[in-house]
């Protein structure tokens, strides 16, 4: 089974960047499509990034299409999102999620393994 450790959450003032980071472990981290999260305070889990296990594409949220980055190492079992320019709006827990042999999904439920989370907070 699959463990998921997001890390790289913190505080950062509107228009900064963070780079958070999942470890995955186990053998099926590199046939896992591998997908980003974020729930804030009160609201739904929304979609944010996601990458294939095999090709490499990548799909985004609306919102953050051109701020965010998603990419993938497998000879180091860990995927990352990097996020740039952020604003108030994007502060959340961030979660990674995976999915053995499927799509880089944006609906939550397509997903199998999840981490715990790592808090970003963005001040203004």
């Known amino acids: 089974q699959a463990q998921l450790v997001e890390s790289g959450g913190g505080l950062v003032q509107a228009g900064g960047s963070l780079r958070l980071s999942c470890a995955g472990s186990g053998r099926t981290f590199s046939t896992s499509a591998m997908g980003w999260f974020r729930q804030a305070p009160g609201k739904e889990r929304d979609f944010v990034a996601a990458?294939?296990?095999?090709?490499?594409?990548?799909n985004y949220a609306d919102s953050v299409k051109g701020r965010f980055t998603i990419s993938r190492d497998n000879a180091k079992n860990t995927v990352y999102l990097q996020m740039n320019t952020l604003e108030p709006e994007d502060a959340a827990v961030y979660y990674c999620?995976?999915?053995?042999?499927?799509?880089?999904?944006?609906?939550?439920?397509?997903?199998?393994?999840w981490g715990q989370g790592t808090q970003v907070t963005v001040s203004s």
């Open positions: 990458i294939s296990w095999n090709d490499g594409s990548t």
């Open positions: 999620a995976a999915v053995r042999w499927g799509r880089p999904a944006s609906d939550p439920s397509r997903y199998e393994y």
